[in-house]
């Protein structure tokens, strides 16, 4: 009797051992470098969000949806500007708001550890709006175009069986949105992500 209560106690704790999280939400600070159309706003942005939510599909991989957004702006000096007719003289701020929502992947290398290293891919739709203010003037586009996001991180729980985790992450961003008015033929970024995980066991 004394040996069959150990085996069941044995069996209670290697699948208590085993419980594994099956659902993640995420939300991360995003900061960003814009690598493409830099003259019209070429800082790097610390204004951005990132939002996700996960499921696994096995022990190595989660697939879900990612909702992004970031702000890019730039102060041009006042300079006159010959036109037709006349002349203009004046300075600039160009606001570039940039939003994105993909279906989105990752590989773990490592499962259930404190630490765990992943890489993924995110696809889907990225949407700009893009103004200009110029004096008491201002003009603007909007542009959709398909949003494309590899990415590596690393995840780094509290502890082994905490809800909690903590998600450091860079990702590569490049969106075929296109604005005639304002040049762009496709925004890229490189960018940092930092923020928290909440596992559902």
Not at 27 to 35: D, E, G, K, M, V
Not at 104 to 120: D, H, N, S, W
Not at 125 to 138: L, P
Request: net charge neutral; glycine share 8%.
């Amino acid at each position: 009797m004394r040996v069959l209560l150990i085996f069941v106690f044995c069996v209670i704790a290697s699948q208590a051992s085993a419980q594994y999280y099956d659902k993640m939400f995420f939300i991360s600070w995003n900061a960003n470098q814009p690598l493409s159309n830099s003259d019209f706003a070429g800082k790097f942005s610390s204004r951005g969000a990132r939002v996700g939510y996960r499921e696994l599909l096995n022990e190595k991989f989660t697939f879900g949806v990612d909702l992004t957004w970031s702000t890019y702006d730039d102060y041009i000096d006042r300079q006159t500007y010959q036109m037709p007719g006349g002349a203009i003289t004046t300075d600039y701020v160009n606001y570039a708001n940039v939003y994105g929502a993909t279906l989105a992947g990752e590989y773990y290398f490592l499962t259930e550890q404190r630490i765990m290293p992943y890489v993924g891919f995110g696809a889907g739709i990225g949407y700009h709006n893009y103004k200009a203010y110029y004096n008491v003037f201002s003009s603007g586009d909007n542009a959709f175009g398909l949003l494309l996001r590899p990415q590596a991180g690393c995840w780094f729980k509290f502890s082994e069986r905490k809800s909690w985790a903590v998600n450091t992450a860079v990702h590569f961003d490049f969106s075929t949105a296109r604005s005639a008015d304002f040049g762009y033929n496709n925004f890229a970024s490189a960018g940092f992500q930092i923020g928290l995980v909440y596992l559902d066991w």
